[in-house]
């Protein structure tokens, strides 16, 4: 049975966190956590109210940031856990799964408060607390958060280049392009709009595509994503259909980037 076609990792609805993305959630988490330590210490959280305030913003700010960043790699985890599910959800999953180890830092970290000695009798509330806050927190930061773009809302340009169109028949200039084939010192073009010869090396073919979805699997052959219509394996070798019945062989020298890209 032929496996189905799988969708490349940019047509995924996953949100891509990347580098830049994840620093600025982890500054808005810190702001975040901040403000809340600095309400927790205002209002005499965790029975620290006898204590001055200065003493109390001192000691729940800092901690409050630590728990914040605890809770962001529970929300990271509930993103891994249940990835299709709503943000919202996320982050509510995220606070359940963190409130313990949370409330456990905030109860050890409360011995080192002057007077203050650590019991487990008292525990129980350290984390029913936590369980509020922590949940509270990581919904909060997932608000303040831009929301994630699908990549998919974002398309990439389907136009080729206008160099490579001019060497097109001009019948065939306004069609989608589906593939480039090597014959002999001809290249045959598969369209939307069907097949025709130009004159003109592989190589410079392919540069001239550069920047289009699509990509060289083989010696012979460049193909646009958009124009396969499915994928087949067979005796340790790829092929790809494409929509005008035209198959195209995929070398061992391009299956892994294909892989990569879920081509395959």
Same mark, same amino acid.
């Given at each position: 049975m032929t496996p189905p076609l799988r969708q490349p990792p940019g047509s995924a609805v996953r949100e891509a966190w990347t580098a830049p993305r994840f620093r600025r959630s982890v500054g808005v988490t810190a702001g975040v956590a901040a403000a809340v330590g600095a309400f927790l210490a205002f209002v005499g959280a965790f029975g620290l109210s006898a204590f001055p305030l200065a003493w109390r913003l001192a000691y729940l700010v800092p901690v409050a940031i630590l728990t914040g960043?605890?809770? !962001?790699?529970?929300?990271?985890? /509930? &993103? &891994?856990? /249940? =990835?299709?599910?709503? &943000?919202?959800?996320?982050?509510?999953? #995220?606070? !359940?799964l963190v409130f313990i180890p949370a409330g456990v830092v905030v109860w050890l970290t409360a011995g080192l408060m002057p007077?203050?000695? +650590?019991? +487990?009798? @008292?525990? $129980?509330?350290?984390? #029913?607390?936590? !369980?509020?806050?922590?949940?509270?927190?990581?919904?909060?930061?997932?608000?303040?958060?831009? =929301? =994630?773009?699908? $990549? /998919?809302?974002? =398309? @990439?340009? /389907?136009?080729?280049?206008? &160099?490579f169109l001019e060497r097109l028949p001009v019948r065939l200039r306004g069609a989608e392009i589906w593939a480039v084939e090597a014959e002999d010192h001809y290249l045959r073009v598969h369209t939307s709009a069907g097949q025709d010869l130009i004159l003109l090396r592989m190589a410079d073919a392919v540069a001239e595509l550069e920047g289009q979805e699509g990509m060289q699997v083989h010696r012979s052959w460049w193909v646009a994503r958009a124009g396969i219509a499915d994928a087949r394996r067979a005796d340790g070798r790829a092929t790809l259909t494409l929509k005008d019945g035209a198959e195209a062989p995929v070398s061992r020298t391009y299956a892994a980037e294909l892989r990569r890209r879920g081509w395959i």
């Open positions: 960043m605890i809770g !962001l790699c529970g929300f990271l985890v /509930a &993103r &891994r856990l /249940a =990835p299709g599910a709503n &943000r919202w959800v996320q982050a509510g999953l #995220g606070g !359940l007077g203050q000695a +650590l019991s +487990l009798s @008292e525990l $129980p509330g350290y984390l #029913g607390t936590s !369980l509020v806050v922590s949940v509270s927190m990581s919904v909060l930061s997932v608000a303040v958060m831009p =929301p =994630p773009r699908d $990549p /998919a809302a974002v =398309p @990439e340009a /389907a136009t080729p280049p206008s &160099r």
